[in-house]
């Protein structure tokens, strides 16, 4: 039989449904159990994600989100593209320091996959993070249409998918549910 | 433009997949970020969830886990099937009476699709609890195989779907990731 062996993961929670960040949240509060250091930076900011950070706050020290990049992009032409890329490379930056760093036994790369989506970080530079990763520490990567690239390098991949959704009743967001 | 209404959601996370229970519990802490009080009613006792069992500590009050439950059914043959079958009553009748308690905002009934897959509770009782939901609180049910009499009710349903498991290469479970 197998001795446990310790393995620092890389997880990448992808597609079109919701959870992707949550369940990185959950299994942050998880690891935080166990007595592990988490950080979260988060690459596109979403104003609306209070209860998490609150949360954080009271789970300090030994759990940290950071808000970095901008907010979602709205549609291709946004006008502040640039601006979006310029906060998502220093997230990039971020992230290559805490990984590094030794400070942390988890990180999560919060949608990182959408800011690859949209072109804000590249491809080549997502995977020289994944590459630089020391053994012991678990990543976790968030957001829609992880490449195969990413999911080739991946340990555990897991598609989120929508089966129904209460906004496509007129039900809007809740509380507590959505933020 | 639809002024913001507050309503008790029912949300399903189903699937082969990770992150389930975890995705329940990321919501579990965000709904206790924005002062929520959150009860987490276990159906399948899991003695590796020792990480949230812990942060729960921590966040009481407002964050409460109960154990309830026997642990995985070992195959259709399982003798144990009637203690399972008993400690799934006794969650369920624990699940009817703090629906029924006003003492939370979220109730998270984790594995209850599992104990209905596995008959250990029944179809028209899961539906009876679904039906005595108050109007403000929030219902989430985890575990595969959710039926589509549960879909039908539920207000968000995300499947959780594998694509790809780091135990089929022969890595095992990892602290603060499985347990």
Do not use: C
Not at 144 to 155: G, M, Q
Request: proline content about 3%; cysteine-free.
């Amino acid at each position: 039989m197998k001795s446990r062996q310790k393995k620092g993961l890389i997880l990448v929670n992808t597609g079109n449904g919701k959870g992707k960040t949550t369940a990185a949240l959950g299994m942050a509060l998880r690891a935080w159990g166990q007595g592990m250091r988490v950080l979260v930076l988060q690459f596109i900011k979403g104003g609306w994600k209070y209860g998490e950070l609150k949360a954080a706050e009271k789970l300090a020290p030994g759990f940290e989100i950071r808000q970095m990049g901008e907010g979602f992009i709205k549609g291709e032409n946004d006008s502040a593209l640039d601006e979006h890329r310029h906060a998502a490379q220093q997230a990039l930056k971020a992230a290559g320091e805490e990984i590094l760093s030794g400070k942390y036994d988890l990180i999560i790369l919060d949608e990182i996959l959408y800011a690859l989506h949209f072109g804000l970080v590249s491809l080549d530079d997502v995977l020289a993070l994944l590459a630089q990763k020391p053994e012991g520490l678990h990543l976790v990567l968030t957001g829609r249409n992880a490449p195969p690239e990413i999911i080739e390098r991946a340990d555990l991949v897991t598609e989120m998918r929508e089966v129904k959704h209460h906004f496509t009743s007129g039900v809007p967001a809740q509380k507590g549910i959505e933020f």
